[in-house]
């Protein structure tokens, strides 16, 4: 670019020079030059002029590209270094904590602020009114069943549920009695991210209702009457139990296995009748202490798996199993068995049941074979997108359950209502029942009102 630039200029200069010697030269040689060789180097000059002034606009943008790239290399060096120092109080921060790992840990004195932060009290309350036919109409229930959460620290967990009702003393009395009932109390300790231990009295993983579905979460003021009737709801013992990822896509298997006492006898004796499913807890009504009513205890467990398709589109299905000696003399077995399933299609619609056999013997009776099942659908108006006031506060919930006892009763009922959201935990539920039995002292129909609150 330099080269172009002197030589541009040296021809400038032997032109001028030309000219100022042109009046000089003899009068013969200056007419020798005609218009259009002066017009062409006019021309000429002019285009050298054109091109010097080019060369100087491209020079001064490279010297601004110049410029920027030395900026854009001080900000890189900046940045590396600043990175630099990060890495290296990163690793130090390591270093730390890898040494305070290695060393027993000193466990602080516990203060109130850090109790109350891993204190937490959970639960719901009920009030339930009755009117079913041949009877009169009244507020049945009145429930408070408060759960008491604990965090000992990252590992430990400890948890315990209550039943506080009001019972009507009449006939036999008057006035009322008021029932407070331990409903489990069990201490977890996680071992890994996918096993836990627990030990205690354990809500029992026969099927999901009595872990899930109790309660204000149950929608339906009634529990199941196969799961009433056929299951125990909990159980004294040890349990583990965890999940396993099955891919990236939050697909889960679900497992636990348990140890209990198992189911005992209210009499002492192996008849049908005497088949407690949860009484055996190891305390006799007397005072007195026995490990266990027989002498072995029951066992078992559930597998499921859990597939969710996309948020909130989500299939679960689950068995689960559980055999235990039940007579004191521990001649004869109780066993269930539970096929689980629930679904939910969106925010607004779920579908959920569950299918329950028993048998056990007895001394009086043989094998007494039980079976029943429960279907349950809910589905919330708000997917219907209609601007309608109070609409979508509703859902409507219906159920169909059955119980065939062993016994020789057999009971049918189909229930419909709903449910309205004051809140998302102050429940207003309403319900009819059909109810189909062979057995006389039950009701043909019902209604049932209750307001549920979940706290």
Same mark, same amino acid.
């Given at each position: 670019?330099?080269?172009?630039?002197?030589?541009?200029?040296?021809?400038? #200069? @032997?032109?001028?020079?030309?000219?100022?010697?042109?009046?000089?030269?003899?009068?013969?040689?200056?007419?020798?030059?005609?218009?259009?060789?002066?017009?062409?180097?006019?021309?000429?000059?002019?285009?050298?002029?054109?091109?010097?002034?080019?060369?100087?606009?491209?020079?001064?943008?490279? %010297?601004?590209?110049?410029?920027? $790239?030395?900026?854009?290399?001080?900000? @890189?060096?900046?940045?590396? &270094? %600043?990175?630099?120092?990060?890495?290296?109080?990163?690793?130090?921060?390591?270093?730390?904590?890898?040494?305070?790992?290695?060393?027993?840990?000193?466990?602080?004195?516990?203060?109130?602020?850090?109790?109350?932060?891993?204190?937490?009290?959970?639960?719901?309350?009920?009030?339930?009114?009755?009117?079913?036919?041949?009877?009169?109409?009244?507020?049945?229930?009145?429930?408070?069943?408060?759960?008491?959460?604990?965090?000992?620290?990252?590992?430990?967990?400890?948890?315990?549920?209550?039943?506080?009702?009001?019972?009507?003393?009449?006939?036999?009395?008057?006035?009322?009695?008021?029932?407070?009932?331990?409903?489990?109390?069990?201490?977890?300790?996680?071992?890994? $991210?996918?096993?836990?231990?627990?030990?205690?009295?354990?809500?029992?993983?026969?099927?999901?209702?009595?872990?899930?579905?109790?309660?204000?979460?149950?929608?339906?003021?009634?529990?199941?009457?196969?799961?009433?009737?056929?299951?125990?709801?909990?159980?004294?013992?040890?349990?583990?139990?965890?999940?396993?990822?099955?891919?990236?896509?939050?697909?889960?298997?679900?497992?636990?296995?348990?140890?209990?006492?198992?189911?005992?006898?209210?009499?002492?004796?192996?008849?049908?009748?005497?088949?407690?499913?949860?009484?055996?807890?190891?305390?006799?009504?007397? #005072?007195?202490?026995?490990?266990?009513?027989?002498?072995?205890?029951?066992?078992?467990?559930?597998?499921?798996?859990?597939?969710?398709?996309?948020?909130?589109?989500?299939?679960?299905?689950?068995?689960?199993?559980?055999?235990?000696?039940?007579?004191?003399?521990?001649?004869?077995?109780?066993?269930?068995?539970?096929?689980?399933?629930?679904?939910?299609?969106?925010?607004?619609?779920?579908?959920?049941?569950?299918?329950? &056999?028993?048998?056990? #013997?007895?001394?009086?009776?043989?094998?007494?074979?039980?079976?029943?099942?429960?279907?349950?659908?809910?589905?919330?108006?708000?997917?219907?997108?209609?601007?309608?006031?109070?609409?979508?506060?509703?859902?409507?919930?219906?159920?169909?359950?059955?119980?065939? $006892?062993?016994?020789?009763?057999?009971?049918?009922?189909?229930?419909?209502?709903?449910?309205?959201?004051?809140?998302?935990?102050?429940?207003?539920?309403?319900?009819?029942?059909?109810?189909?039995?062979?057995?006389?002292?039950?009701?043909?129909? %019902?209604?049932?009102?209750?307001?549920?609150?979940?706290?």
């Amino acid at each position: 670019m330099k080269n172009k630039m002197n030589s541009s200029r040296w021809l400038l #200069g @032997l032109l001028a020079l030309g000219c100022a010697a042109g009046p000089l030269l003899p009068q013969s040689l200056s007419a020798e030059v005609s218009d259009a060789d002066f017009n062409a180097l006019k021309d000429l000059v002019q285009k050298l002029n054109d091109q010097v002034q080019s060369l100087r606009q491209t020079n001064q943008l490279v %010297q601004q590209q110049h410029t920027q $790239d030395v900026q854009q290399l001080q900000e @890189l060096q900046t940045k590396l &270094a %600043q990175t630099q120092q990060t890495a290296a109080a990163a690793e130090q921060k390591s270093d730390a904590a890898v040494q305070a790992q290695s060393q027993p840990a000193l466990r602080a004195p516990l203060d109130e602020a850090s109790v109350n932060r891993n204190f937490q009290i959970l639960g719901d309350a009920e009030v339930k009114y009755v009117n079913a036919d041949h009877q009169n109409g009244s507020l049945l229930l009145s429930d408070f069943a408060p759960i008491f959460l604990y965090r000992g620290g990252d590992n430990i967990l400890f948890e315990a549920g209550f039943d506080t009702t009001l019972a009507n003393n009449a006939p036999s009395g008057g006035g009322y009695t008021t029932t407070f009932n331990l409903s489990f109390a069990q201490l977890d300790y996680v071992i890994t $991210d996918y096993l836990t231990l627990c030990a205690g009295d354990l809500l029992l993983p026969m099927g999901t209702y009595s872990e899930r579905g109790a309660g204000w979460l149950n929608k339906i003021p009634e529990d199941p009457l196969a799961v009433d009737a056929l299951l125990p709801g909990s159980g004294v013992g040890a349990e583990l139990r965890g999940a396993l990822p099955l891919g990236d896509a939050g697909k889960l298997f679900n497992y636990s296995v348990f140890v209990v006492n198992g189911p005992g006898s209210a009499d002492g004796t192996g008849n049908a009748g005497s088949l407690d499913l949860g009484g055996n807890v190891g305390v006799l009504s007397d #005072g007195s202490t026995q490990a266990n009513l027989h002498n072995n205890p029951g066992g078992g467990g559930r597998l499921a798996v859990f597939l969710p398709f996309k948020p909130r589109y989500d299939l679960e299905l689950g068995v689960s199993a559980m055999v235990s000696e039940w007579d004191n003399a521990g001649s004869h077995l109780w066993g269930a068995g539970v096929v689980d399933a629930a679904l939910h299609l969106g925010p607004n619609l779920e579908l959920k049941g569950e299918y329950i &056999a028993s048998r056990y #013997g007895s001394d009086d009776l043989g094998t007494i074979n039980q079976y029943g099942w429960f279907v349950q659908a809910g589905y919330k108006l708000a997917g219907l997108n209609l601007e309608f006031p109070g609409l979508n506060n509703m859902e409507l919930v219906g159920r169909y359950d059955s119980l065939h $006892d062993g016994l020789g009763t057999t009971t049918d009922r189909y229930s419909i209502g709903g449910v309205y959201y004051v809140t998302s935990a102050l429940l207003l539920e309403g319900y009819y029942d059909f109810i189909n039995s062979t057995d006389p002292t039950q009701p043909s129909n %019902q209604l049932i009102l209750q307001i549920s609150y979940g706290f």
